[in-house]
Protein backbone atom coordinates (compact mmCIF):
# COMPACT_ATOMS: atom_id res chain seq x y z
CA UNK A 1 0.00 0.00 0.00
CA UNK A 2 1.35 3.46 -0.76
CA UNK A 3 0.54 6.26 1.55
CA UNK A 4 0.32 10.04 0.78
CA UNK A 5 -0.22 12.42 3.57
CA UNK A 6 -1.55 15.82 3.65
CA UNK A 7 -2.99 19.31 5.56
CA UNK A 8 -0.04 20.02 7.75
CA UNK A 9 0.90 24.03 8.05
CA UNK A 10 1.74 26.71 10.53
CA UNK A 11 -1.15 27.02 13.24
CA UNK A 12 -1.38 29.16 16.70
CA UNK A 13 -1.32 27.57 20.09
CA UNK A 14 -4.76 26.49 20.78
CA UNK A 15 -5.73 26.22 17.08
CA UNK A 16 -7.09 23.44 14.89
CA UNK A 17 -5.45 21.32 11.62
CA UNK A 18 -6.79 18.18 10.09
CA UNK A 19 -4.68 16.12 8.30
CA UNK A 20 -4.98 13.54 5.93
CA UNK A 21 -3.47 10.25 4.79
CA UNK A 22 -4.51 8.36 1.87
CA UNK A 23 -3.82 5.21 0.42
CA UNK A 24 -3.24 3.65 -2.74
CA UNK A 25 -2.58 0.24 -4.01
CA UNK A 26 -3.65 -3.06 -2.15
CA UNK A 27 -6.06 -1.63 -0.23
CA UNK A 28 -8.67 -4.60 -0.75
CA UNK A 29 -6.99 -6.41 2.10
CA UNK A 30 -7.75 -5.52 6.20
CA UNK A 31 -4.92 -2.91 6.76
CA UNK A 32 -3.95 -1.03 10.39
CA UNK A 33 -2.89 2.64 10.28
CA UNK A 34 -1.53 4.63 12.82
CA UNK A 35 -0.27 8.21 12.56
CA UNK A 36 3.47 8.86 14.46
CA UNK A 37 5.33 12.16 14.62
CA UNK A 38 8.89 13.13 14.71
CA UNK A 39 9.88 16.31 16.17
CA UNK A 40 13.76 17.83 15.97
CA UNK A 41 16.41 15.58 17.33
CA UNK A 42 13.55 13.08 19.09
CA UNK A 43 12.31 9.63 18.35
CA UNK A 44 9.49 9.21 16.49
CA UNK A 45 6.24 8.63 18.64
CA UNK A 46 2.96 7.09 18.22
CA UNK A 47 0.28 9.99 18.12
CA UNK A 48 -2.58 7.82 17.04
CA UNK A 49 -3.27 4.30 15.97
CA UNK A 50 -6.57 2.72 14.30
CA UNK A 51 -7.47 -0.73 13.57
CA UNK A 52 -8.98 -1.58 10.03
CA UNK A 53 -12.50 -1.33 11.08
CA UNK A 54 -11.92 1.98 13.04
CA UNK A 55 -13.07 1.05 16.41
CA UNK A 56 -11.52 2.41 20.05
CA UNK A 57 -8.55 4.15 18.76
CA UNK A 58 -5.32 4.10 20.31
CA UNK A 59 -4.12 7.29 21.40
CA UNK A 60 -0.75 8.40 23.02
CA UNK A 61 -1.34 10.46 26.69
CA UNK A 62 0.52 13.33 24.89
CA UNK A 63 -2.63 13.97 22.37
CA UNK A 64 -5.61 12.22 24.21
CA UNK A 65 -8.52 14.55 24.67
CA UNK A 66 -7.10 16.73 22.16
CA UNK A 67 -6.44 14.73 19.03
CA UNK A 68 -9.17 13.00 17.07
CA UNK A 69 -8.41 9.80 14.87
CA UNK A 70 -11.23 8.51 12.09
CA UNK A 71 -10.68 6.58 8.81
CA UNK A 72 -12.79 5.62 6.09
CA UNK A 73 -11.94 2.91 4.19
CA UNK A 74 -14.76 3.03 1.30
CA UNK A 75 -12.20 5.86 0.51
CA UNK A 76 -8.87 4.46 1.64
CA UNK A 77 -8.35 7.70 3.77
CA UNK A 78 -7.56 8.21 7.37
CA UNK A 79 -7.88 11.72 9.24
CA UNK A 80 -6.14 13.49 12.32
CA UNK A 81 -8.09 16.35 13.66
CA UNK A 82 -6.27 18.10 15.90
CA UNK A 83 -7.71 20.39 18.01
CA UNK A 84 -5.92 22.48 20.88
CA UNK A 85 -2.28 22.17 19.35
CA UNK A 86 0.27 23.07 21.68
CA UNK A 87 3.65 24.34 20.91
CA UNK A 88 5.41 20.61 21.54
CA UNK A 89 3.00 19.31 18.79
CA UNK A 90 5.26 20.32 16.49
CA UNK A 91 6.72 17.73 14.58
CA UNK A 92 6.43 16.05 11.11
CA UNK A 93 3.76 13.65 11.02
CA UNK A 94 3.60 10.75 9.14
CA UNK A 95 1.19 8.14 8.47
CA UNK A 96 1.88 3.97 8.94
CA UNK A 97 -0.14 1.09 7.44
CA UNK A 98 0.20 -2.93 8.12
CA UNK A 99 -1.81 -5.17 6.05
CA UNK A 100 -3.21 -7.64 8.90
CA UNK A 101 -5.19 -10.79 9.40
CA UNK A 102 -8.08 -9.22 10.68
CA UNK A 103 -10.38 -6.30 11.25
CA UNK A 104 -9.49 -5.75 14.62
CA UNK A 105 -5.83 -5.75 14.85
CA UNK A 106 -4.42 -2.83 15.70
CA UNK A 107 -0.59 -1.55 16.49
CA UNK A 108 1.54 1.04 18.44
CA UNK A 109 4.66 0.35 17.82
CA UNK A 110 6.26 1.95 15.05
CA UNK A 111 8.40 -0.95 13.90
CA UNK A 112 5.32 -3.02 13.58
CA UNK A 113 4.69 -1.12 10.30
CA UNK A 114 6.08 -1.76 7.18
CA UNK A 115 4.31 1.29 5.10
CA UNK A 116 5.07 5.06 5.55
CA UNK A 117 3.92 8.26 4.13
CA UNK A 118 6.33 11.31 3.17
CA UNK A 119 5.38 13.19 6.55
CA UNK A 120 3.49 16.14 6.50
CA UNK A 121 5.16 19.78 8.84
CA UNK A 122 2.41 20.69 11.37
CA UNK A 123 4.52 23.81 13.01
CA UNK A 124 2.52 25.69 16.49
CA UNK A 125 4.05 29.00 16.90
CA UNK A 126 2.80 32.02 18.04
Known amino acids: VQLQASGGGLVQPGGSLRLSCAASGRTSNWYAMGWFRQAPGQERELVAA????????YYSDSVKGRFSCSRDNAENTMSLQMNSLKLEDTAIYYC????????????????????WGQGTLVTVSS
Open 96 to 115: GARYTHGPDYIYTKGSDYRY
Open 50 to 57: LSWNGVNP
